[in-house]
């Protein structure tokens, strides 16, 4: 069943007709680079009131958004990011140590120019849906689906989109002490990936980039593009996202 949804959910996939920097190379390069802005407190919190009206979470309404940027930058109606989720949808394995994470391929429909409000509605649309159907592994998926391999880009998605929640506190061990530890950028596993997460006085919203794709200052600009469509939202969500 969940396979099913799947094939419907993804058929005529079109990847994301990104503008590069720099020709793609023909065997996909994960070196990473990374630009952040700070998005202030009462600028988070109208985004978040936004999308509680129309019943979505902020993660909802920051995907909305950031497809919003990602059609105006390519021109298509259609938006395809990937997105991680935790894989721990049943009670028994809340409690185990281990790595459950999945990843799911969400669809963000803009056809008709629908307003920021109608395009939240639609996202979270997607979203719950993909959420119910989030148990088969992304690489068994792409295994299924028989999809044509481009050893250029990574299947399904080019780009990836996540939502942090707030640091929660080491767990207490018998024996141990733990402490949150800070790794960096390692590697960018898509062309470009936004994380938003929680920071001093609001939320900090982290881009990185692949760098054989995209230079820094490509990356600090659509990274203002988007405060600045944040800004906008804010101040009329009513308004086409054209």
């Known amino acids: ?3 099913a949804y799947w094939r419907a959910q993804l058929d005529g996939l079109e990847p994301l007709a990104l503008n590069t920097d720099h020709p793609r190379p023909p065997v ?6 990374l630009v952040e802005v700070a998005l202030p407190a009462d600028l988070a919190e109208g985004i978040e009131a936004v999308g509680r009206e129309e019943g979505a979470t902020l993660s909802m309404t920051l995907h909305a958004a950031f497809a919003t940027l990602l059609a105006r930058t390519t021109g298509q109606e259609e938006v395809v990011v990937g997105s991680p989720i935790a ?5 028994e394995l809340e409690p185990l140590v281990g790595f459950f994470v999945n990843s799911l391929v969400l669809r963000a429909d803009l056809s008709g120019d629908p307003t920021f409000r109608e395009a939240v509605r639609r996202v979270r649309a997607t979203a719950v849906d993909a959420y119910a159907h989030q148990d088969i592994p992304f690489e068994h998926l792409v295994k299924e689906l028989e999809i044509d391999r481009d050893l250029s880009r990574s299947p399904l998605f080019q780009v990836l989109f996540s939502v942090h929640s707030p640091a929660e506190v080491p767990p207490s061990l018998d024996g141990l002490e733990a402490e949150p530890f800070e790794r960096g950028v390692i590697a960018s596993h898509a062309d470009i990936e936004l994380h938003v997460m929680p920071g001093p006085g609001g939320l900090v919203a982290r881009f990185v980039h692949n760098t054989d794709l995209f230079d820094r200052e ?4 659509m990274l203002a593009h988007f405060r600045v469509l944040l800004e906008g939202v804010v101040a009329d969500p009513d308004r086409p996202v054209s």
């Not at 894989?87 to 009670?91: A, M, N, P, Q, V």
């Not at 490509?218 to 600009?221: N, V």
């Open 28 to 33: 996909q390069t994960y070196a990473a680079g």
């Open 87 to 91: 894989g721990r949808g049943r009670l």
């Open 1 to 3: 069943e969940q396979l």
């Open 218 to 221: 490509t990356a600090a600009r």
